[in-house]
């Protein structure tokens, strides 16, 4: 199994709800990552996760909040979220974070519209 | 801190047309180098990737790529690109003792029949 889950697949959310994105993985990796993807831009880091432990924080607004309650699974909590916050959200893992040679497998993101 | 830069924005060829989509990064120390792909409407799946060893490198679905360290390139190539290769394609680079991914800009590649 070298797949990573993301549910869900789309969200539309109002400003002033809270939502949560998911992300599970089954191949023993102990880092996990958040990333951001715009249209038209490539993705970027929000987030890694180490061990269950917040590792990389990439000067990401509150209004975002992760969580790894075991080492299969990635929360991102979404509260007070504006337009500009509707994106690709992307997670993915790798087996271990700072160490050579390591792959991060992608999920297939969840597509967020903030209206 | 490392950046790539990915200077083809757009690319249309024909089928059966020879690709190189051009990669550059700029990192001091040792690098990981990665080739992914994004099919419309789908998730980034890894191409190739570069760690050490040979630097010409071969992926899946007929890609290619060399990694030329004095030049600090990573270009993607495939002799002979098809209708289904039309997709986004992302240069990322890794240092190499961390799993931190930064992307390029992106290359869409749009091939025509």
């Known amino acids: 199994d070298t797949e990573v889950t993301q549910t869900p697949k789309h969200l539309v959310m109002g400003m002033t709800n809270k939502k949560s994105l998911k992300c599970e993985q089954h191949m023993g990796h102990r880092a996990m990552y958040w990333y951001k993807q715009k249209a038209k831009k490539p993705p970027e880091l929000m987030f890694v996760?180490?061990?269950?432990?917040?590792?990389i924080n990439e000067s990401v607004p509150s209004r975002f909040s992760p969580e790894c309650p075991n080492s299969s699974l990635l929360n991102l909590h979404l509260h007070a979220l504006q337009p500009e916050d509707s994106a690709l959200y992307l997670c993915?893992?790798?087996?271990?974070?700072?160490?050579?040679?390591?792959?991060?497998?992608f999920g297939q993101g969840t597509r967020l519209t903030v209206v | 801190a490392q950046s790539v830069s990915q200077h083809n924005h757009h690319v249309i060829l024909s089928e059966a047309a020879s690709l190189e989509l051009g990669c550059n990064y700029s990192y001091g120390g040792t690098v990981n180098l990665f080739w992914y792909v994004q099919y419309p409407g789908q998730h980034l799946q890894l191409l190739l990737k570069y760690f050490s060893g040979d630097p010409l490198v071969k992926g899946i679905k007929g890609f290619e790529a060399e990694f030329i360290k004095s030049k600090f390139s990573f270009n993607l190539r495939k002799p002979s690109v098809q209708w289904s290769d039309t997709a986004e394609y992302f240069c990322?680079?890794?240092?190499?003792?961390?799993?931190?991914?930064?992307f390029g800009t992106g290359t869409r590649l749009q091939v025509t029949l």
């Open positions: 996760y180490s061990y269950e432990k917040l590792s």
């Open positions: 990322a680079v890794s240092p190499g003792t961390a799993s931190k991914l930064t």
């Open positions: 993915a893992s790798s087996q271990y974070l700072g160490v050579m040679n390591t792959e991060a497998f």
